[in-house]
């Protein structure tokens, strides 16, 4: 057999470096047995996890560690689909095609980590993944500076969370360096889903099934444009509030930036006929109405209100309640009662970002002490509501000692996402966890990322991310064009 001279030297020369580093790495030998966890960054340590995520890469967090051993075993499928990993430094990368082997299926993983650590290999005490159904594979989100006092650089992004891929779906620069509201799915459909550009000449960017058009919803009366919105279970309708939005900065350090409404309504837009839906139970002028969705069938709309209070000397006393209106999607026309399902005077509490799951069972919401913006609130935690027997979860699984916030379902309801900043109370970051048939919420994960370094060097938050079934059909480029194209206006 001949061999091209070339290629075969260039392969001789890789199979000798891959040789040497074999060589220069340590192999584990005299090994202590510690008592505890591994010092792993992220924890990954007994965490669940969907069986087609992407490898969850991580650190042995030691300034003097200078190898890395792993083995993952499925208990299940035995040393069939195992993983022994051997890594010069502290840093723990699966390829991914073992990794893939080893978790798609659903089970029980092992894993044992050994670290050499100022010339001494410890084995530290073994950890479990837990691998359950698959989760829908794409994910967006808004990427910011986590100040809130600017905007330069801002991307919406999509990243696919079986692998490392990610893309620019709209960024600042090609939308005349406007801000950019998130990015929302209708039913987590690629097909469905809108965006918004703030700033003169912007809109909602509406996404059908890749074609994109810009909508200039409001009117006269109202005090903002769309802000908060969630589309209803036929497509045809969006629930959206209007918001005049007011920010202020706090001298506490722990608390850094507020921001609350000084008026906000809510109304329905029929996407069809292009006219706007009101009820006057959603436009009270005492009443401030914000954070609507729709329930999955259609039938109700979920929001958050709050008593109007002298601002800003009382906004520590305004607390929102979670509330639901009936909609009748065949009509167009509201129900005539307003239900109350958590009280925030009574509660001592302030709802946000009301989300209910697919399946109707339950709704996610978040908590804190006063007001609408929850992000520089330590103690903003994620409550689960069973809707059927009205029975809270405070989720002491899912939630830190920092902000947990902005959250959205997976199409299976098995999943959320959500944003923490429980490392540092700065950056937010998307966690995903695990919400049994039971209602049960496990331990939640960190979105996995390549290089295991990246959460130590990235400064940016990850704002409002969002579950999706499918990779959208449109790009930043094609945003650019709708945005620099007519707007569709709405009527009454």
Known sequence: MRHHPTLYALLMACSLVAALFTACTPTPEDVAKSDSFPPIYPDYTDVTIPSNIAPLNFLVRSDHCEAVHVEARHREAGDETAITLLNKGNEAVFDIDEWKALTHREGTIEVKVTALINGHWTAYKPFLWHVREAIDPYLTYRLIEPDYE???NLSLRERCVENFDERAISDYGLVGNRCMNCHTYSSQSPDLSMLYVRGEGGGAILNQGGRLSKLNIKTPDMVSGSVYFGFSSNGRYIVFSTNKIIPAFHAMPSKRLEVFDS?????VADLQKNTILRSPLLNDSTVMETFPTFSPDGKHIYYCASPKVNLPMQLKDMRYSLCRIAFDEATGTFGTEVDTLFSGEQQQASVCH?????????????????????????????????????????????????SDTYHSWSSSSRWLVFASKRDDGLYGKPYFCYI????????????????????DNNLKSFNAPEIGKGRLPFDAMDVKHAVEGPSVDFTY
Do not use: C
């Open 436 to 455: 049994d048939k039971a209602g049960k919420a496990h331990k939640p994960f960190v979105l996995p990322q390549k290089n295991p370094h990246f959460y």
């Open 263 to 267: 008026a906000s309504d809510v109304y």
């Open 150 to 152: 600017i905007y330069q």
């Open 354 to 402: 009301p989300r209910v799951s697919p399946d109707g069972r339950y709704i996610v919401y978040t908590v804190a002490d006063y007001g609408t913006f929850p992000i520089w609130h330590q103690e903003s935690d994620l409550q689960l509501m069973n809707l059927t027997t009205g029975t809270i979860d405070k989720m002491d699984a899912v939630n830190s000692n920092k």
